[in-house]
T-cell receptor, first 113, second 115 residues
Framework: AQSVTQPDIHITVSEGASLELRCNYS??????LFWYVQSPGQGLQLLLK??????LVQGIKGFEAEFKRSQSSFNLRKPSVHWSDAAEYFC???????????FGTGTRLQVFP | IAGITQAPTSQILAAGRRMTLRCTQD?????MYWYRQDLGLGLRLIHY???????GKGEVPDGYSVSRANTDDFPLTLASAVPSQTSVYFC??????????????FGEGSRLTVL
């Protein structure tokens, strides 16, 4: 069955520290992979996506993610976190011919000054 | 500003009542979706529509219905609300005509409480 696992429910980091949010997927075909961010009381906004090609993708707000097929992972990283990055982050997987995404359960990021 | 408009923003509803959540987009996207977001469960797809006049069931369709009479509007109806339908509902749209795998654009959500 297709699924997305985000093993960390809640992560706390200090401002300026590096960040890595984990995402593992199970998908029968070549996946399309996404990271979305949700600020409190808001809808979701796309951070970045991977379709094919270079396995390291750059997104908005200084985020990047690396696709590792051998590990079925698509972890999100940022070298230096800002207080405004506090939000909930969702990993999602889809297929080439549809935008019916399967979302993970989300990771809530808290940033301390 | 182009995007997705959802209404109402928040609603408290008695169990057994009928409720329609409205969703309108002005981006001329062909595909639209309804997700519900619950703590610890992430977002789950309720119904979707790939084009006006067609709809499909998602992961959790029971108790919900949708219609897509035109490109812009995609209302979600709860015929007889139950407390387990207490959730935050998100409408989204995308343009899949260029091969899919595109970006979903989300509304700001409708918080529904069923008592």
């Amino acid at each position: 069955a297709q699924s997305v696992t985000q093993p960390d429910i809640h992560i706390t980091v200090s401002e300026g520290a590096s960040l890595e949010l984990r995402c593992n997927y199970s998908y029968g075909a070549t996946p399309y992979l996404f990271w979305y961010v949700q600020s409190p009381g808001q809808g979701l906004q796309l951070l970045l996506k991977y379709f094919s090609g270079d396995t390291l993708v750059q997104g908005i707000k200084g985020f990047e993610a690396e696709f590792k097929r051998s590990q079925s992972s698509f972890n999100l990283r940022k070298p230096s976190v800002h207080w405004s990055d506090a939000a909930e982050y969702f990993c999602a997987v889809g297929a080439r011919d549809t935008d019916k995404l399967i979302f993970g359960t989300g990771t809530r990021l808290q940033v301390f000054p | 500003i182009a995007g997705i408009t959802q209404a109402p923003t928040s609603q408290i509803l008695a169990a057994g009542r009928r409720m329609t959540l409205r969703c309108t987009q002005d981006m001329r996207h062909n595909a639209m979706y309804w997700y519900r977001q619950d703590l610890g469960l992430g977002l789950r797809l309720i119904h979707y529509s790939n084009t006006a006049g067609t709809t499909g069931k998602g992961e959790v369709p029971d108790g919900y219905s949708v219609s897509r009479a035109n490109t812009d509007d995609f209302p979600l109806t709860l015929a007889s609300a139950v407390p387990s339908q207490t959730s935050v509902y998100f409408c989204a749209s995308s343009d899949t005509r260029r091969g899919g795998g595109g970006e979903l654009f989300f509304g700001e959500g409708s918080r529904l409480t069923v008592l």
